[in-house]
């Protein structure tokens, strides 16, 4: 090998050293320079008579040296940078999947999870599909909203010209609210119907501001929560101090009925030690009926999970009617129970209990 080539090779040697090797950069100067020191040393070069061959391979090795500081700065320089943007990623990743996990837990706690994976997963992009409307009811109500949409689709207005007579012919048109998600709204035909309102409220009401009565309420009604989630009911609204829940919907359930009047004994339960905890003096009036709803999702601001049907109002009414600290069931409920609870006549409505 010629002296040419050796000088090359050692140059890539040392370049190797500042590149490759995971070392410190004081660790690959040590290294570099004596690796440097001792290719002069073994190389056997001889010293001619003139005295700028061996000044002249100093700057050179001092050059290369100083190129490969340069490149390690920059090859440390440009991993840091690469760590800090994997670091940046994995701690948006991180908190991208906290708010994925948040928000579920938002749009679960509005709406029962079928319908809000149907809502998620609606392909907003496509506007045929979301202008159609999927009920499941009558033809003759939907052909009733058709008509009368169609009747309400525009308002029209006319502009007054300067000499009292008619300007140009504007049309102002009702925003379509149906290109925001699909209109869909389901049958059940065995729902038990659970509605609970505080008896005594008024005069618990009477004495307190209104932070500490919401706090009270919001202790009772988390308590009511935690019962639906144990009893396996899907929980409608409150209506001030009324509690509105139902089981077998939207999913269907055999033993709806079983798990509503377990909800209503807890219920009594629950806000007995409530009166315990928070020295207070309510009870509850429960009321349960048995029929056919319609559920979905209504509304297209703030919208929520509903149900409807002339079975929702008789169970309001068998709550208004109810007695204090027992469970007003009606016939149709009764029908589901089979003998597993013991059941009193209420004297003053033939087939209630």
């Not at 050059?63 to 991993?79: D, K, M, P």
Request: proline fraction near 4%.
């Amino acid at each position: 090998m010629g002296p040419v080539a050796s000088l090359t090779t050692s140059i890539q040697v040392v370049l190797l050293i500042y590149t490759v090797i995971p070392l410190p950069l004081y660790v690959c100067i040590l290294i570099g320079v004596v690796y440097s020191l001792l290719f002069e040393l073994l190389s056997g070069s001889r010293l001619d008579s003139h005295y700028v061959k061996p000044f002249t391979k100093l700057a050179l090795h001092a050059c290369i040296h100083l190129l490969g500081v340069h490149l390690f700065i920059l090859t440390q320089i440009r991993q840091r940078k690469t760590f800090v943007k994997v670091g940046q990623s994995l701690l948006a990743k991180e908190d991208l999947e906290k708010e994925m996990v948040f928000k579920d837990q938002m749009i679960e706690s509005v709406m029962p999870k079928k319908y809000a994976e149907e809502l998620l997963n609606t392909d907003l992009r496509r506007p045929s599909a979301s202008l159609e409307s999927n009920c499941r009811t009558s033809n003759a109500t939907t052909a009733g909203r058709s008509s009368g949409a169609e009747s309400t689709a525009g308002i029209l207005a006319t502009q007054q010209g300067p000499n009292g007579g008619h300007g140009s012919l504007t049309i102002n048109t009702a925003p379509d609210y149906r290109k925001f998600r699909r209109f869909n709204m389901n049958v059940m035909p065995d729902v038990s119907i659970l509605f609970a309102d505080i008896a005594g409220f008024t005069k618990m009401s009477s004495n307190k501001s209104a932070n500490e009565l919401v706090n009270l309420l919001n202790d009772l009604f988390g308590r009511f929560d935690n019962l639906c989630r144990i009893c396996k009911l899907e929980k409608i609204s409150t209506l001030g101090d009324c509690y509105y829940c139902v089981a077998g919907c939207p999913d269907p359930q055999p033993d709806h009925a079983k798990c509503c009047v377990e909800m209503g004994l807890e219920m009594i339960k629950a806000i007995r030690q409530f009166d315990i905890d928070r020295s207070q003096n309510v009870n509850m009036r429960v009321g349960i009926h048995t029929g056919r709803v319609m559920c979905g999702i209504v509304g297209t601001k703030r919208f929520k999970f509903d149900v409807f049907s002339n079975d929702v109002d008789l169970a309001n009414d068998m709550e208004s009617s109810g007695v204090a600290g027992r469970v007003h069931i009606s016939e149709e409920t009764a029908k589901y129970l089979k003998n597993q609870y013991i059941l009193e006549d209420a004297p003053e409505y033939k087939g209630w209990y």
